[in-house]
């Protein structure tokens, strides 16, 4: 099943860039076996190759992927960033909305011509409408907002920017903000930039959790305090006092 699936990453990342390039085709692009037959008879046309900065894995990594190389080759990235964004936006604000993303039981067609009507609405560019509708097709408009965070990590490698998630129990002031990018900005060195996400959790009590490139540095009152109480706890080495 994995096989199959990896085999057919190439037509879907073919579907997106030939629905973007065709200006004059209207009609929904996906990757039948019908334009796999098309695709296979066509002449190649040249265009650039595009690499993918940070290798993904799973479905939502590898339609991740397949996006990018379509918004790549269109110079179209921050668009489509954009436009997924707010759609993961909308379905955090409609319940109803969200729930049409997550209901399998919905038919094909359904979905398909619900999204088309969002899109065409919302006036998304083809690359993100057709990506969108090979989604619903394959019933996976559940994963869209997986997929969008695998792709805003592809932008931002493409961008060379760094997130750095803080966790605190209140917002930091901007003054402590500016400090703490500085010092993750000199710690990661030239040719990258931070970018700095806040999150607010007041189960840890105090002080703050920074995590950024695979790394996590806990300092929370938390986790002091939990360090503390396993040290009490230690039974006192006998001396022979």
């Known amino acids: 099943m994995a096989g199959r699936f990896r085999s057919g990453l190439p037509l879907l990342r073919r579907a997106l860039t030939a629905a973007n390039s065709s200006s004059a085709q209207r009609s929904v692009v996906c990757p039948t076996l019908e334009s796999a037959k098309s695709y296979a008879t066509a002449a190649p046309?040249?265009?650039?190759?595009?690499?993918v900065p940070v290798t993904m894995f799973g479905v939502s990594g590898n339609y991740a992927s397949a996006l990018y190389i379509a918004a790549v080759k269109a110079n179209a990235l921050d668009k489509v960033e954009s436009e997924l964004l707010s759609l993961i936006e909308a379905s955090k604000?409609?319940?109803?909305?969200?729930?049409?993303?997550?209901d399998v039981s919905v038919d094909a067609d359904t979905r398909k011509k619900a999204i088309t009507d969002i899109c065409d609405q919302a006036k998304f560019s083809e690359i993100?409408?057709?990506?969108?509708?090979?989604?619903?097709?394959?019933?996976r408009l559940g994963h869209v907002e997986r997929m969008a965070q695998r792709f805003s990590e592809l932008t931002m490698a493409h961008r060379g920017e760094?997130?750095?998630?803080?966790?605190?129990?209140?917002?930091?002031?901007?003054?402590?903000?500016?400090?703490?990018?500085?010092?993750?900005?000199?710690?990661?060195?030239?040719?990258k930039k931070v970018k700095v996400e806040q999150k607010i959790d007041p189960s840890i009590l105090g002080g703050l959790v920074v995590e950024?490139?695979?790394k996590v540095f806990d300092m929370s009152i938390r986790t002091r305090a939990a360090q503390m109480e396993r040290f009490l706890r230690q039974p006192l080495s006998s001396d022979g006092n």
């Open 212 to 214: 950024f490139s695979q």
């Open 45 to 51: 046309a040249k265009e650039k190759k595009v690499k």
């Open 93 to 102: 604000k409609s319940p109803t909305f969200s729930q049409f993303m997550r």
């Open 162 to 191: 760094v997130k750095a998630t803080v966790t605190t129990v209140i917002a930091l002031p901007p003054e402590e903000e500016k400090e703490l990018k500085e010092t993750l900005q000199y710690m990661l060195g030239q040719g």
């Open 128 to 139: 993100t409408k057709n990506f969108l509708v090979i989604v619903a097709e394959g019933g």
